[in-house]
């Protein structure tokens, strides 16, 4: 059960690092200021789910 939790926890970290790199090249390209908020938002959201299943990895690898 915890390297479900560890594999989707990756996964997710994968996602922060790609929503990161789209909001940096968004940054660089001079695009508007609405996606690179959309981007932020997403990427903390992310990262709160990551977070919650790296807890969950570590719960289940106590047990």
Do not use: C
């Not at 989707?8 to 940096?24: D, P």
């Not at 695009?31 to 977070?51: D, E, F, H, P």
Request: proline residues 0%; aromatic residues 8%.
């Amino acid at each position: 059960m915890a390297s479900v939790f560890n594999i989707i926890a990756v996964l997710f970290m994968v996602a922060v690092v790609i929503v990161l790199i789209r909001g940096l090249i968004n940054m660089l390209r001079g695009g508007s200021g609405s996606t690179s908020n959309k981007l932020m938002q997403a990427r903390v959201l992310l990262q709160a789910i990551a977070l919650v299943f790296i807890v969950l990895t570590l719960y289940f690898t106590h047990r």
